[in-house]
Nanobody, 127 residues
Framework: QLQLVESGGGLVQPGGSLRLSCAAS????????VGWFRRAPGKEREGVSC?????????NYAESVQGRFTISRDNAKNTVYLQMNSLKPEDTAVYYC???????????????????WGQGTQVTVSS
């Protein structure tokens, strides 16, 4: 069974940091591009960041998180991370990771047809 499991969400004060993890099982995540998405209450799902499949170092960030979030992968752990710094209340959302085989995070990576999705992890930024 191909599965993604997110973890690392929680409650954090504005200006704080969290690191989200997206762990894969049943497949080798390195062969997949991985996107992070979020959905805030009452809003549409938003693409946040993307890391390309093996062979490409391309990453992509939404303008709203550029310079604050960093995406990375640890192939030994079959996991992709999203380091989130300088968090703002508007970052509050359920965060999801998703995978698509062999893709490169180029111009519109959040429109790709990701075929494996995690269940999401809640991030709440509040004082």
């Amino acid at each position: 069974q191909l599965q993604l499991v997110e973890s690392g969400g929680g409650l954090v004060q504005p200006g704080g940091s969290l690191r989200l993890s997206c762990a894969a099982s049943g497949f080798t995540l390195d062969y997949y591009a991985v996107g992070w998405f979020r959905r805030a209450p009452g809003k549409e799902r938003e693409g946040v960041s993307c890391i390309s499949s093996s062979g490409s170092s391309k990453t992509n960030y939404a303008e709203s998180v550029q310079g604050r979030f960093t995406i990375s992968r640890d192939n030994a752990k079959n996991t992709v991370y999203l380091q989130m710094n300088s968090l703002k209340p508007e970052d509050t959302a359920v965060y999801y990771c998703a995978a698509i085989p062999g893709a490169i995070c180029s111009k519109y990576p959040y429109l790709y047809e990701y075929n494996i999705w995690g269940q999401g992890t809640q991030v709440t930024v509040s004082s």
